[in-house]
């Protein structure tokens, strides 16, 4: 997955969330798990789309379902993370993504800033 370096809090930054990248639906995306991605999901068709993110264990073997099948409506938006990679990063390092229908995604990357 591309991922767009968010610049941190100056200067202000513009991201156009209509010209998302294009889903790879035969193969899935991933991509490298910091800890500050933000996933940013479209579906843009007349009718519901389902994306899946699968959980592992985390570092005390706790696991839950993930995102299974999770149904986003038409025409409907999904923001997730920056979400914690422990119990979602894969053993490649990577998170994976897997969608139907017609969804783009836009992966954007914070720079950590903590205040």
Request: charged share 15%; hydrophobic share 40%; aromatic share 14%.
């Amino acid at each position: 997955m591309t991922v767009r370096q968010l610049l941190g809090i100056y200067p202000a930054q513009v991201i156009n969330l209509t010209s998302g990248d294009a889903f790879d639906f035969t193969n899935g995306m991933s991509f490298v798990a910091t800890g500050r991605e933000i996933l940013v999901m479209a579906n843009l068709t007349g009718a519901n789309a389902t994306f899946t993110i699968p959980s592992t264990a985390d570092h005390h073997g706790r696991q839950d379902q993930g995102f299974q099948g999770y149904t986003f409506l038409k025409n409907g938006w999904v923001v997730l993370g920056p979400w914690y990679p422990d119990g979602w990063r894969q053993a490649d390092g990577t998170i994976w993504v897997d969608a139907t229908g017609k969804v783009s995604y836009i992966l954007l990357r914070t720079t950590g800033y903590s205040g």
